[in-house]
Structures are given as C-alpha cells and as structure tokens.
C-alpha cells in the first residue's frame, strides 16, 4: 500500500545518517528536520485505476505529506517536516528551506533531498500531449535541434548542518553551502516559458550573497530540458 518512493525515501536517509558517521539513535528528540521535494503521485494513480486495491494504509501511503513525516516518525525527529512540490526544483527547494531552517536556528541540522519515480503511465501521456518530451528519443541541450526533455528517475538526501557546529562535533564534511537563492520567473511569453532574466537574476543574487565572482566557479550543473 506505500508509494516505493516513501520506502526509498527512508533507505537514502538511513544512508545518509550512517554515511555522515552519525548513530541514528542520538538524533532521536533532536530538533533534526525534514525537508523533501516530491513532485510525483504515479503510485496512487494504480490505486485509483483499481479501486478494490484501496486499503486503510493507502492513504498514508500515498499522501505526499506523509512522505517527509515518515521519516520523522521513523528517527524521532521533532523539527519541521515538509513536502515540497515545485515541478523539476522540488528537492532544490526543499534543499533551500533546510539551509533557511538551520541558518534561523529553527533546527540543528536537516535531511533534505527528494525522489521521482515514474509508476504510472500518466505523467508520459500528460507532457506528450503537451509537447514537451523528446521527438528524437535524446535530450538536445542547448542545441537547436532541441525539441523536448527525456523523462528520468533519481532520488537523494543529504544531512545537513551548521559548519560550525559540524566542525566542532568532528563530522565528516563533504562540501559546504556558500549560498542558496530561490526566485520565480513571474509573467513571461508562457506559463512554462524559461524567462532568462529571471535566471540571470538568481545567480547574480546568489553570488553576491556567497560573496564569490563567477569568474571562480569551477563546475555548473543545470537543469537542462531540451529548449
């Protein structure tokens, strides 16, 4: 009766407790919270397509809210637990709120990420009809010959805390979070529309919080669909 996504869910963030060196057991009643991006109901749409398969878990099982609150309840976890669904940022916003929560001093530390699955047919017919996936079978970004995106599956969590406070407690520290900056496009030529300077707009934002020059970023990593 549980969406997989809500087991996968709480086996990546086991993972990423266990790989942060942390026993589970001493974060129980800490101010620890959960923040999650999840944009994707496939799983409850088999359940609607067979009504007689509905069940009295099929609601907490299917329930984005529970989602997050899962995991919250599995560790004892007594900070804020959230839901995210913002289309393909979900889990980049939800990562943004738990470095908002901590920096406040909401809560201790976060695990944050989200996951997408695709368990049903509906999400392939709904963004078919709407032209947005790929004639071509491949993902052509940044390219002219784009003419949609490719539909994938992936999932991930990280545990999140004040450097500080990570340092002083000897954790193992992967990377450090210079800034985090969230923006909307707002009017455009269309509602699905990139508007690019809105997007210049964030990363000049989010530099000049970081206090760093563009000129120094090795990597970029970006959000791609073909357009």
Request: proline content about 4%; overall charge negative.
């Amino acid at each position: 009766a549980m969406d997989p996504q809500q087991c996968m869910l709480l086996e990546m963030s086991w993972e990423a407790i266990e790989h942060a060196g942390i026993p589970a057991e001493k974060m129980r009643g800490s101010r620890c919270g959960v923040f999650m991006g999840i944009a994707s109901l496939d799983y409850s749409y088999r359940m609607a397509d067979d009504l007689s398969a509905i069940g009295p878990n099929t609601a907490t099982g299917n329930t984005s809210s529970v989602a997050s609150n899962r995991l919250s309840y599995a560790f004892d976890l007594h900070g804020p637990s959230l839901s995210l669904d913002t289309a393909c940022s979900s889990s980049l916003v939800a990562f943004h709120l738990a470095c908002q929560s901590i920096r406040s001093g909401e809560t201790d530390m976060a695990l944050t990420g989200g996951i997408s699955l695709h368990l049903h047919p509906y999400g392939f017919l709904i963004f078919s009809k709407a032209t947005m996936l790929w004639k071509t079978g491949r993902c052509q970004v940044f390219d002219e010959a784009g003419d949609g995106y490719t539909r994938s599956e992936g999932g991930g969590v990280f545990l999140l805390k004040d450097l500080d406070q990570a340092i002083a407690d000897g954790d193992r520290i992967l990377a450090v979070v210079a800034s985090s900056v969230v923006n909307t496009d707002g009017y455009k030529s269309g509602l699905t529309v990139p508007n690019p300077a809105a997007q210049i707009q964030l990363m000049e934002q989010a530099c000049e919080q970081a206090g760093i020059s563009p000129d120094e970023i090795d990597y970029l990593e970006t959000h791609g669909t073909g357009t």
